[in-house]
């Protein structure tokens, strides 16, 4: 059995799974909350909950095997993982939006009924797990896939930003700040996957993913407080049925995983742009004739 010669804290395959781990851990409180709106009425909504509890301690005992050098282990647990949160959050999206959206087929009950993304949250961490056994962390298109997970989630962040605002008409001037956020982030996470992209590109993108975790903290804190100065007589019920309060901290997820495939990227972009010395790549006819 192989023994690791660096640091699992600059090993990116391992942050990438600490990530998941603690994301799919995380959702435990958020699916308690949103399904505790109706009581748990229905036994499938259990699901999800129970599959936040388990998976978290297949992936803790994945990582001591990482750690150890046993991949095989590392490997087979991680995909029973991946692979069982793939399908139920493609499950509880087809559920969601067979609550309402199927049934209507308008823009109101899309906006209204069941957050249909919500459970894709399970889908794009099970996907990361799966990516991070199948493609070798030292492949360039390593970090293009996490970019592609991490565009995915700041999408359907997004879309969250968009639809929840919706229900109360955008009635606070400064709720479009999270729409303004989710639109630059899909935006600068999509150009690396059209054409090549620079080290100061790079930066900035990073920058933007900073500043949507900014948005993310301060959207937060704008949810508790709105909950508190609820009306709801109890404290349980102002979170519950108020304000998503952990709805805002994705965009710090998506940050968060962003950062570490632009972090990679950058590594693996050469500080000067093949082409002249001056770094300034030449225009495309004059590459042509060349």
Excluded at 170 to 186: D, S
Aim: charged share 10%; proline share 6%.
């Amino acid at each position: 059995m192989a023994r690791r010669t660096t640091s699992l804290w600059v090993d990116h395959r391992f942050l990438v799974e600490l990530f998941a781990l603690i994301n799919i851990g995380g959702l435990t409180a958020d699916i308690y909350l949103a399904h505790s709106m109706n009581l748990f009425r229905e036994r499938a909504e259990y699901i999800p909950l129970i599959v936040s509890l388990t998976a978290p301690v297949l992936l803790i005992a994945g990582a001591w095997c990482y750690s150890r050098g046993s991949m095989r282990a590392w490997a087979f647990l991680g995909h029973v993982a991946g692979w069982t949160c793939i399908l139920v959050g493609i499950a509880g999206a087809m559920y969601h939006l067979e609550s309402s959206f199927f049934q209507a087929r308008t823009l109101s009950s899309l906006v209204y009924s069941a957050p249909f993304a919500a459970p894709l949250a399970y889908t794009g961490l099970g996907l990361l797990l799966v990516m991070n056994r199948m493609v070798a962390p030292d492949d360039p298109e390593w970090a293009y896939w996490v970019l592609l997970l991490a565009l995915g989630g700041y999408l359907g962040n997004f879309i969250f930003s968009v639809t929840d605002h919706a229900q109360n008409g955008f009635y606070y001037r400064i709720e479009w700040v999270a729409v303004i956020t989710g639109a630059f982030g899909v935006g600068f996470l999509f150009i690396p996957f059209v054409r090549r992209v620079t080290r100061p590109y790079i930066l900035c993108c990073a920058a933007v993913m900073v500043v949507g975790a900014v948005v993310g903290v301060v959207g937060c804190g704008l949810h508790v407080a709105a909950d508190l100065g609820a009306s709801e007589p109890s404290l349980f019920g102002r979170v519950v049925y108020g304000a998503p309060v952990f709805a805002p901290l994705l965009f710090v997820d998506m940050a968060v995983l962003a950062l570490i495939g632009l972090g990679v990227l950058f590594t693996q972009t050469p500080p000067v742009p093949s082409g002249r010395a001056d770094g300034k790549v030449p225009p495309a006819t004059t590459r042509a004739r060349s």
